[in-house]
């Protein structure tokens, strides 16, 4: 397969985004492309969350009072989690030839993850800010922003649902949505995982575990897809108030990384839309819910609790 066409200068034929097509055929397999981007686009914006705060964060954040620590201490736990999928993996990688590269992430992620543990339990004791007065309905153990809260419950628990099953039980047909065998179907998920006694598991069975790297970037992206949708549920319902209102600083710090990975997630989707028509999957719906999310963790993270 030839990857680039440099007669006309150095202009990229697979992989970027000038490769998306409109339509999606048997040949350009627009299903397996939309998984591989969405995987990178959600590992974008998982990598992202722990990035951006570190460089610009809300006004008032501060080390001393513990306004990091519920990032750091999800950090911790998701890098361990993205390091046990490539760990489960590393045999099917080194046979690929990606070894070097594998071990490499294992690497970055654990000395992470072992770094952030490391500071959150030997950091000195929390310093408590002074109280402050509570608007009408508001108490130390509320939520920091009941209108994220909600919306993150449905639009990201709809979201974990689905990247749950994607990461665990890949080819598992929810016959509560709409089009998910079709959906399936389009991203390779039968090829690789097709379910048992199904029609696909006569036909394809044998050849399943060739497209073990089909299956490896499918449970990567539903993994990516997943931790995103963790860290706003610990900004939803893992953090409280406070008398100070430090909750809502330690709220707004993730709500700012995922306010810009929620929109990565929402151009990947929108470049896929019309490839997923064809297929008679409409992403409209898709598109509208990770939009309003985007467009509340965006108001919220500037404003607050409005």
Known sequence: MDWFDDSKGWKSQQGGLSAIRQATTDANNMGGFFVRKMAGAAGLAVHLQKILPLLVHPKGAQWTMGHFRPLLSTAVITNLGIATLYAVYLGELQASGAKEMTYCILAIL????????????????LKQGPSISMTEGKTPS???????????MIVSASMAVISGRDLLSPGFIFEFIPRDDIYLEWTNAFLHSPPKGSPESLHRSMEAPLYVGDKFISQLMGLHVLVACIYKAVSAAGIRYGSDGGGLIKAKIIWRGQFFGDGIILFTFRLFASAASTASLDFRWHVMAIAYETFILGTFHIFGDV
Do not use: D, G, N, Q
């Open 142 to 152: 509320s939520v920091p922003s009941r209108i994220v809260t909600r919306t993150i």
């Open 110 to 125: 654990v000395i992470e993850a072992i770094v952030m543990a490391f500071y959150l339990t030997t950091a000195k004791p």
